[in-house]
C-alpha cells in the first residue's frame, strides 16, 4: 500500500481502507507542537511566554481499528493501527493564494492517515474519548465527516501562526 494518507473529499479511499472496522474507542488528542502561540503583541506575547498551556498545540482524532490492517509491503514491516484524521493548512493555499493573506485566512485540508503505532500520538498533551457503536467502518467515518460538509475549512491567523484546527473536532 504505496500511499498513506488521503485528502478527504476529494481522494478517493481504496475499499481496502473503507472496509476496516473500527475499536470501540474515538480519541480527541491535543498534540504540543513545539512553539509558543504568539499573537504578534510583543507585550502580550511576553505574558504568555510564561503560561505554559499557551503553547502552540494541534488537535486530531484517532481511530485504532478493530483489527490491524496489512500494509500489503514485506513482511517485516509493521501494520496499520488505525486512522488519525487531521486539519492541515493547504500547502497550495500558501504558495497561490496570496490574497487569503491579506484576510488572515487560509483553506485547510482534511486529512485522513493512516498510523503504524498503537497508542496516543507522540507529545500528546491531553486525549479525551468517544465509545463509537459496533460494526462501524472507516467508510462510515468518513460518510460522517463528508455529510457535516466537515472537509470544508478555512484557518484563521493570528500573529503569525494558523488557528483553528479545533474547530473541525
Known amino acids: ?17 473503507t472496509d476496516v472496522l473500527l475499536g470501540g474507542l474515538l480519541f480527541i488528542e491535543f498534540i504540543d507542537v513545539g512553539d509558543l502561540a504568539t499573537t504578534g503583541d510583543p507585550a502580550r506575547d511576553a505574558t504568555r511566554t510564561l503560561q505554559s498551556y499557551k503553547r502552540k498545540n494541534h488537535a486530531v482524532i484517532r481511530v485504532p481499528f478493530l ?8 513482511e517485516s514491516t509493521k501494520p496499520f493501527f488505525g486512522v488519525l484524521i487531521s486539519m492541515e493548512v493547504a500547502s497550495a493555499s500558501i504558495d497561490s493564494n496570496k490574497g487569503y493573506y491579506e484576510h488572515d485566512i487560509t483553506k ?15 507529545n500528546t498533551m491531553h486525549t479525551f474519548s468517544v465509545n463509537l457503536a459496533a460494526n462501524l467502518t472507516v467508510g462510515h467515518l468518513i460518510s460522517i465527516l463528508q455529510h ?9 491567523m493570528i500573529g503569525i501562526t494558523f488557528v483553528g484546527c479545533r474547530d473541525f473536532v
Open 67 to 74: 483489527n490491524t490492517l496489512s500494509s500489503g509491503e514485506r
Open 148 to 156: 457535516y460538509r466537515l472537509e470544508k475549512f478555512k484557518f484563521t
Open 1 to 17: 500500500m504505496a500511499t498513506t494518507s488521503y485528502k478527504i473529499g476529494s481522494s478517493y479511499v481504496p475499499t481496502q481502507i
Open 108 to 122: 485547510g485540508d482534511l486529512r485522513l492517515k493512516l498510523i503504524r503505532y498503537e497508542g496516543p500520538t507522540f
